[in-house]
């Protein structure tokens, strides 16, 4: 099958690997409908992180279920399923606390599975998923081609902006300020708005991304950034700041505009991958009683939640997607992505 | 009259002073009845935070109202209060979110009260209160000498421990783990335990504040630290770590120590002063989805929910003075408390 593999800075090829088999009893073989580019996807795309030797990579995609292997028992051959951007088999403390991120016996695709196999990355045909049971979510019946994107936004962005919100703590009548206009950005503006915050900020300075933020629920819009940035928030909100800040970049200059623009008491909740060693000013959260919420979101925990409003509409995360190319041409979804001229990318094997 | 003068590493003089006048027409004149000395007073007594000049310390007090301003509507001459460890007018937009110790008016203790006039420190016969009707909490009646203790710790500590537990999201059937002995910790315990934890683990290596933490309601004792302390509290809890910790100490140590006693999904409530610059390690963070929260409680916003807890008994903070000195001593208070002699020290003038 084909898959695509990393090979350093800004080379990204689609080779022919070994087709994946089902190893443990427990694991299935999706084929692989939808998949998508991540916006952390470029860190290692751009150099800011190594890639020491050639690996698979893609970590979202939707597919039809082919195989599965004797000790599964939920998931059925012939199903549409999520997979979240890592697996998981959602029994043990840590799932059931609600972190299928932190699950003692998961993994991360590209990767070994922890139990001697290999789990393949998700910008690719086929994907072995290990803990078939617990990983993947069915949808009620095969989806609409229309519903799709929506469906694959669940493999991370949609349940990562989900997370940023409830990390902050958004409830009815918070007023939010969201930091970075990427997928995970947009997505964090609609959970934002279903918790049923009254104020919704985008950060933005693109207009496309501005006009998708207002149809999400964006109320107001801030194009500049830093002190200026943070002036405009502080005024916009009674000269103190808003009660939640959803930070979706990752960098330094994003969690300090994040912090600077949360009131008193107010927090912040993050979901950009930290990238640069982004430090924590510990005295000015001491002082103004900001915290610091979030992670690397478990999106698993949260597919059950949000798949009837995708699946009705309600709402509707896949206009995330301004871009979509068959996998042969996955070297250009990351170019497009790097270059801005795609806010995500959709690929179809 | 006489008050605490710091002059600076371990010298402290109780020295006489002005006598405080009314100036602002909100203000108030208190003589406090009892005072004492909180564990951030050592950071400057011990050098740790440098002493430019001598400078009035203090900052926790009860007494009794001598005068007030002619604009002052609802503290009276005669009542007893208690005084937070700042002032505030607790009608800003802060102090109305809950955040007093942001109050867009208030100021600290022994030093200028934004309004061109002087605040008093704590550790004195009598203090002027910038803003009498937002600061004050006047008591139902004059208490009993058994009362004044606890309604002493309603000032900072009490309320502080509260703030921690609160900021750690503790909520019933919580498993809390306090890191810190101190008066704040032990408070901690207290407010872990009304707000319904299950299970309360105290870090405590004395045998004296460890039987208080169990009379305060931990049902357990880790006296180990650092990597082995960690390791007890993990397997303590499912090899995973505690849903709550409470952080009150504010080193770099117990910071380390309070996150990684954290399960994943957990939160980290932490008041005690940051010193020595404490980092935050935001990828273990990010990783582990363990949020921090807290910061310089906001002890005044609690004063009316505790208060009739400490006057009923229910709840028995006063319990954390195990040193009562006069007020011509207090030199001495410092010493027993800098050399853990005394967990707190009241002080009555």
């Known amino acids: 099958m084909r898959a695509t593999v990393i090979h350093g800075e800004r080379d990204i090829r689609l080779e022919e690997v070994p087709h994946p088999q089902l190893s443990t009893g427990i694991d299935a073989i999706v084929r ?22 050639p690996h698979r990579i893609g970590h979202e995609f939707v597919g039809v279920v082919e195989e599965v292997g004797d000790q599964v028992s939920t998931i059925k051959v012939g199903d549409f399923v999520i997979a979240p951007f890592y697996d998981c088999d959602m029994t043990c403390i840590n799932c059931l606390n609600g972190v299928s991120t ?9 990767s070994d599975d922890r139990a001697g196999s290999f789990a393949d990355g998700g910008q690719g045909e086929y994907v072995r998923v290990p803990h078939a049971d617990g990983t993947l979510v069915a949808t009620p019946q095969y989806p609409t081609p229309q519903q799709i994107p929506g469906l694959l936004t669940l493999s991370d962005v949609m349940g990562t902006g989900h997370h940023a919100a ?49 149809e999400f629920g964006a109320t107001d819009i801030v ?45 912040v909740g993050y979901v950009g991958v930290p990238n640069g060693g982004a430090e924590l000013p510990i005295r000015r959260l001491f002082n103004t009683n900001v915290g610091v919420n979030g992670g690397v979101a478990p999106v698993r925990n949260y597919i059950e939640e949000l798949l009837p409003e995708v699946l009705s509409g309600a709402i509707q995360p896949g206009k995330v ?29």
């Not at 932190?102 to 590209?110: A, D, F, N, V």
């Not at 990427?182 to 279903?194: S, T």
């Not at 928030?233 to 300090?256: K, R, Y």
Request: proline share 3%.
């Open 223 to 267: 194009e500049s950034r830093g002190d200026e940035g943070v002036a405009a928030i502080t005024e916009m909100f009674d000269g103190i700041g808003a009660d939640c800040v959803l930070e979706c970049v990752g960098t330094q200059e994003s969690m300090d505009q994040a912090i600077r623009s949360a009131r008193p008491g107010g927090m």
């Open 32 to 53: 692989v409908t939808a998949a998508c580019v991540c916006g952390s996807d470029l860190w290692p795309y751009r150099g800011v992180t190594a890639t020491d030797g």
């Open 102 to 110: 932190s699950c003692l016996h998961g993994g991360w695709w590209g």
């Open 321 to 349: 997607f301004d871009l979509q190319l068959p996998l042969d041409e996955v070297a250009e979804a990351y170019a497009a992505m790097d270059e801005r001229r795609a806010t995500k990318v959709l690929l179809t094997p």
């Open 166 to 214: 409830l990390s902050a703590g958004v409830t009815p009548g918070s007023t939010v300020v969201v930091v970075g206009d990427g997928a995970v950005g947009l997505c964090a503006i609609i959970a934002a708005k279903r918790l049923g915050a009254s104020r919704i900020v985008a950060m933005s300075r693109h207009a496309d991304r501005q006009a998708l933020a207002r």
